[in-house]
């Protein structure tokens, strides 16, 4: 039974014995103002070496699709992926346009009105993989063409999704060398369920998620309004982001923000 919450660190609760007890809230459960805070404690420049680095072959680089400000900041920072060892980039398109992509990754754009290239910002997303496609980053689509086909989609046709994939990222990752970037919603990227990051890791593939936030998006609010609130809601940085009371619920390995927009 709870009797109160402090303002600051500890919740009283009685226990079977009826003695009090405290025990710690964790910082994320703490307000705007306390984790504005804590960001500035925690949070580093982003360092896409260290995003990208270490022993993960495959990235998944969480989005909100509507927020260009991340494929701005890709497009900004494609050498940075390339020196960090990204040598392909998948992205959430239809994956039966092999032509298409064939002349994209030459370097020829002239068709890139007819190839998807993933929802929204179409002109924001080209720009980005005209920058990576400069550096030498192979760019390939991994969406199932069935999610292009006019139909009602069910429930199961969701699970076969993430199903899919899966394969296509495992099977990419397993023919190419270097590091593997995938731009995706931030639910195929969430640990903790059937998505799609969660069968490669089943099948003992080394990943790693960075959800991307700022921009045009403010969720979680838990971070952007407490940047905003304590000074840095305008600033570029990053966060490790494990642990279940982190924000995502600790469903990422890294946070990054980018400066908000009005």
Same mark, same amino acid.
């Given at each position: 039974?709870?009797?109160?919450?402090?303002?600051?660190?500890?919740?009283?609760?009685?226990?079977?014995?009826?003695?009090?007890?405290?025990?710690?809230?964790?910082?994320?459960?703490?307000?705007?103002?306390?984790?504005?805070?804590?960001?500035?404690?925690?949070?580093?420049?982003?360092?896409?070496?260290?995003?990208?680095?270490?022993? /993960?072959?495959?990235?998944?680089?969480?989005?909100?699709? =509507?927020?260009?400000?991340?494929?701005? @900041?890709? !497009? +900004? $920072?494609?050498?940075?992926?390339?020196?960090?060892?990204?040598?392909?980039?998948?992205?959430?398109?239809?994956?039966?346009?092999?032509?298409?992509?064939?002349?994209?990754? /030459?370097?020829?754009?002239?068709?890139?009105?007819?190839? =998807?290239?993933?929802?929204?910002?179409? @002109?924001? !997303? +080209? $720009?980005?993989?005209?920058?990576?496609?400069?550096?030498g980053i192979k760019i390939i689509p991994i969406?199932?063409?069935?999610?292009?086909?006019?139909?009602?989609?069910?429930?199961?046709?969701?699970?076969?999704?993430?199903?899919?994939?899966?394969?296509?990222?495992?099977?990419?990752?397993?023919?190419?060398?270097?590091?593997?970037?995938?731009?995706?919603?931030?639910?195929?990227?969430?640990?903790?369920?059937?998505?799609?990051?969660?069968?490669?890791?089943?099948?003992?593939?080394?990943?790693?998620?960075?959800?991307?936030?700022?921009?045009?998006?403010?969720?979680p609010k838990i971070v952007t309004e407490s940047?905003?609130?304590?000074?840095?809601?305008?600033?570029?940085?990053?966060?490790?982001?494990?642990?279940?009371?982190?924000?995502?619920?600790?469903?990422?390995?890294?946070?990054?923000?980018?400066?908000?927009?009005?």
């Open positions: 039974m709870v009797f109160f919450i402090t303002k600051v660190l500890y919740i009283i609760v009685i226990n079977m014995d009826g003695v009090p007890t405290e025990n710690p809230i964790a910082v994320w459960e703490q307000g705007f103002d306390a984790v504005g805070q804590h960001l500035l404690t925690i949070k580093q420049p982003v360092r896409y070496e260290t995003l990208f680095g270490g022993e /993960s072959r495959v990235i998944f680089i969480g989005e909100a699709h =509507n927020n260009s400000a991340i494929h701005r @900041e890709l !497009r +900004t $920072q494609a050498r940075e992926l390339r020196n960090a060892g990204v040598t392909t980039f998948l992205v959430e398109a239809n994956s039966d346009q092999d032509e298409l992509y064939r002349l994209l990754n /030459s370097g020829d754009f002239s068709r890139i009105s007819e190839t =998807n290239l993933g929802p929204m910002n179409k @002109e924001q !997303r +080209t $720009q980005m993989l005209q920058a990576l496609q400069r550096e969406d199932d063409p069935r999610n292009y086909e006019k139909r009602d989609r069910k429930d199961n046709d969701v699970q076969e999704r993430e199903v899919y994939l899966a394969k296509r990222i495992q099977q990419i990752a397993a023919s190419r060398e270097g590091r593997v970037a995938v731009l995706i919603g931030l639910s195929h990227a969430a640990r903790g369920g059937n998505h799609t990051i969660d069968f490669l890791e089943r099948d003992g593939i080394n990943c790693r998620s960075v959800f991307f936030t700022g921009g045009r998006d403010q969720i940047a905003r609130r304590s000074g840095i809601g305008y600033e570029k940085f990053m966060f490790q982001a494990n642990g279940k009371n982190a924000p995502y619920g600790g469903k990422a390995d890294y946070i990054v923000h980018l400066p908000q927009e009005t």
